[in-house]
């Protein structure tokens, strides 16, 4: 399982300091698990939250959930201690926040070789700002090692000096940019939280909007939100169906020395034959992972 090919439906934020709940993430149905190290950490409980998740990580426990550690900026007394920490404890990832150049991934592509991080171990970006979204394309193409950009769509409405509206207009153009610029480098990308956990309606609508602007899936900040991604963010069984049928006919029209073929009056050709082995693929890796869990 490739890192850009993985699921990464539901992408759950937890907080290092919290000792109960990085026991509680080997048993939740996430896909990925981001162990924070950043906002959800206050200042003088930095240190243990790193030596906590170190720990807890080097334990493992975990299953095949993507487990990815978000350390504090480089600049903060904190940030290089927890790479040179982290670099090392066996995390599938590195995510780094509130990235705006080339430059500042490729200094933690440096710090973590110097600490000894396997290579392996990948690379994530926060998108979170005016100017990260402006230089998403240079992010993007900055290092092998990067497999996902993350959406951190709370810190960029306040720095747009936005609001959160409902069909999330003041975001879309930041949301575009990232994903062309995932797309274009062959990388994941995961949208941003949605804030309100009361707001179920809301939730599924936020999910909806995410798949068909492309996203692989979803950032959350409650367990109670993973079911409800996990399922938006899944193919359907319809789907599923459907891309089986329209792969069967077109390499049966193939074999024929035909490029295209009608089913069930659609007009199938190469592009959606590729989007529905894509999606069938997927399709056996989430079944792949939930069987891996439950082992």
Not at 167 to 196: F, K, M, N, Q, Y
Request: a negative charge; one cysteine or more.
């Amino acid at each position: 399982m490739t890192s850009t090919a993985r699921p990464r439906r539901s992408v759950l934020y937890m907080p290092g300091s919290n000792a109960r709940a990085l026991e509680k993430g080997r048993g939740l149905p996430a896909d990925s698990l981001i162990l924070d190290l950043e906002d959800a950490v206050a200042p003088d409980a930095k240190e243990l939250a790193r030596e906590q998740i170190a720990a807890a990580v080097a334990a493992g426990g975990y299953g095949a959930r993507e487990i990815v550690v978000r350390v504090n900026d480089l600049k903060t007394p904190w940030g290089k201690e927890d790479v040179k920490e982290i670099a090392a404890c066996g995390a599938d990832a590195i995510l780094l926040p509130k990235v705006e150049s080339a430059a500042m991934v490729q200094e933690l592509e440096a710090l973590m070789v110097a600490s000894g991080a396997p290579e392996h171990m990948a690379i994530m970006c926060m998108m979170e700002t005016p100017l990260g979204m402006l230089r998403a394309d240079e992010v993007a193409g900055s290092s092998k090692r990067l497999s996902c950009l993350v959406m951190g769509t709370s810190d960029l409405v306040k720095d747009l000096q936005a609001a959160h509206t409902p069909d999330r207009l003041p975001v879309l153009t930041s949301l575009g940019l990232c994903i062309l610029a995932a797309r274009a480098h062959g990388l994941a990308i995961v949208d941003g939280v949605h804030l309100d956990l009361q707001d179920d309606t809301g939730f599924a609508a936020s999910c909806v909007q995410g798949r068909e602007l492309g996203f692989d899936g979803k950032t959350l900040i409650h367990p109670k939100t993973i079911a409800a991604a996990n399922e938006a963010f899944a193919p359907s069984a319809e789907d599923i169906a459907w891309s089986r049928k329209i792969i069967a006919a077109h390499s049966e029209a193939a074999a024929e020395g035909k490029g295209v073929v009608v089913v069930d009056g659609k007009l199938i050709e190469n592009l959606h034959v590729e989007s529905a082995q894509r999606l069938v693929s997927m399709a056996g890796k989430i079944e792949e992972l939930a069987a891996a869990n439950a082992e």
